[in-house]
């Protein structure tokens, strides 16, 4: 894989995976909020920003900016949240313009759901970079459509879609099983 876009770069999956991907030297997009002035979300955009592998665009200049999307590898989307479910519906709307270029231009989509389970902010930045969760995902060549991964404090689920190899109903119905998935039993 070499250029991944990732959207919501600076949420908490998304951070996690962003730097794993630029230790592994792949060229990563991240597409986020313009972060406030002494946020964490600027922090974390002055540690990863230095990175040679790593461009940073805002939301609406992303969508605005079709050439980004070129020769893309995969496209990450961090969805659905047990602790931000307010703005699951908002990711939602958001996530269609996405679905409709990954299937226009055959690119895998992956979908990326949290439940965190017994996290405390303090214990942020720790879970982010923890190797426990990432390092059983292999985002480059999955076997399988949904994967859920446990960890202390998070549970994760992936799901993937690959555009080139199957048709736009599976697709749907495959992004529909994640939502239900998540919903009914990222719990238990």
């Known amino acids: 894989m070499k250029k991944v876009i990732l959207f919501d770069a600076f949420s908490f999956v998304g951070y ?82 996405i679905f409709d270029y990954c299937n226009d231009s055959k690119t895998k989509l992956i979908l990326v759901s949290a439940h965190e389970i017994n996290r405390v902010e303090i214990d942020s930045l720790a879970d982010e970079l923890d190797d426990s969760w990432y390092s059983k995902v292999n985002i480059k060549d999955s076997l399988w459509e949904h994967r859920k991964i446990r960890t202390k404090n998070v549970n994760f689920l992936f799901t993937f879609i690959d555009f080139a190899n199957k048709s736009f109903t599976e697709c749907i119905r495959i992004m529909n099983d994640h939502r239900e998935f998540f919903y009914q039993n990222i719990d238990s």
């Open 16 to 97: 996690g995976l962003c730097c794993k991907m630029l230790d592994e030297e792949i060229n990563v997009i991240g597409i986020d909020a313009e972060p406030m002035e002494n946020s964490p979300e600027e922090k974390k955009l002055l540690f990863i920003g230095r990175n040679a592998y790593f461009r940073f665009f805002e939301n609406s200049k992303a969508s605005l900016n079709q050439s980004l999307f070129n020769k893309t590898d995969a496209v990450i989307y961090p969805w659905c949240s047990s602790t931000h479910p307010n703005q699951n519906e908002e990711k939602e709307e958001r996530l269609q313009s």
